[in-house]
C-alpha cells in the first residue's frame, strides 16, 4: 500500500491511500486535482547521511566514511509534493540531491541491526537541496541543508515490501535526468544507519533518515520543475524559485 496526506475539499486533513491519480480516504476517493496532497509524515526531524555513495563522494572529492556522516533538518526544512520551494536569496550555488528516505514507524532507541527492518514505516522521495554556499563555510550545516523547504518529501509513504532491495533513485531536472543509481549502492545500509543513529538518539514514529545522494548533484535555478523518482514508491515533484 501507499499511504498518503491529504486536505480533502473540505479542509480537513486526511491519511489515505495513493491510487495514483486520485486518493481514497473512508470510501470515498477524490481526484488529485481536487485536494492538497500534503508531506505524508511530520518528522520530528529529518536524520541525513552524507557521503552514502561513493561516486557521490568521489565527484565531491572526499574519502568515504568509515562510519555514517550524520546531520539533521528540522521540521521547518518539510516541503511537499507540488510545492514550491523559496531558495534562500544572494546564493551562488544551491544544489539538489535526490535520496531514498526512511519513515520510522516507532519509537525506537538501541535498535540492532538484525532487527532494524521491524521499525520502518515505509519508504518516501526525499530531495536533499543543499546550499553550498553556506555549506562549504560553517561545520554544522545549518545555513547550507536547515533552511525552510530543503527537504521536500513524499509524495507518499510505500509499505517496505513495495520498494526492492535494489530500488533505483533517479533525479529529473525540467525532464532531463541527471541522478541515476539504485538502492544497492549505498554505503552504509539501512539497518546500519538505524543501528548506527539510534545508539546516539531516538526516533519517533514520523521521523525521517534520508540516506544519502549519489552522483550527479548541480546547481538549481529560478523556475526549475524538480521530480525524485524511487523505484516502488513514484515520483515526487517540486518547482523552485529564486526570490
Wanted: net charge negative; aromatic share 4%; hydrophobic share 35%.
Amino acid at each position: 500500500m501507499h499511504h498518503v496526506r491529504f486536505r480533502d475539499p473540505t479542509g480537513a486533513v486526511r491519511r489515505g491511500e495513493w491510487h495514483g491519480d486520485s486518493v481514497s480516504f473512508g470510501g470515498e476517493r477524490y481526484d488529485l486535482d481536487t485536494v492538497d496532497v500534503l508531506p505524508p509524515c511530520e518528522p520530528s526531524k529529518i536524520v541525513c547521511i552524507g557521503l552514502n555513495y561513493a561516486d557521490h563522494a568521489a565527484e565531491q572529492d572526499s574519502d568515504l566514511p568509515d562510519r555514517p556522516l550524520l546531520f539533521l533538518k528540522a521540521p521547518n526544512a518539510v516541503a511537499g509534493h507540488g510545492d514550491t520551494v523559496t531558495l534562500p536569496a544572494g546564493k551562488e550555488r544551491i544544489e539538489w540531491e535526490a535520496e531514498l528516505g526512511v519513515v520510522i514507524g516507532e519509537q525506537c532507541r538501541n535498535v540492532p541491526g538484525e532487527s532494524a527492518m521491524d521499525v520502518v514505516a515505509g519508504f518516501t522521495c526525499l530531495n536533499d537541496i543543499s546550499n553550498r554556499d553556506d555549506q562549504r563555510r560553517e561545520k554544522n550545516w545549518v545555513r547550507g541543508k536547515a533552511f525552510d523547504g530543503a527537504a521536500p518529501l513524499g509524495p507518499v509513504v510505500a509499505d517496505p515490501e513495495h520498494v526492492p532491495g535494489d530500488a533505483s533513485v533517479e533525479l529529473r531536472v525540467n525532464g532531463e535526468t541527471r541522478q541515476s543509481s539504485d538502492r544497492s549502492n549505498l554505503i552504509f545500509s539501512i539497518p546500519e544507519l538505524i543501528a548506527e543513529i539510534t545508539t546516539y538518539l531516538t526516533l519517533e514514529p514520523g521521523d525521517v533518515i534520508s540516506t544519502g545522494t549519489p552522483a550527479g548533484v548541480g546547481a538549481l535555478a529560478d523556475g526549475d520543475e524538480v521530480e525524485v523518482e524511487i523505484e516502488g514508491v513514484g515520483t515526487l515533484a517540486h518547482s523552485v524559485r529564486v526570490p
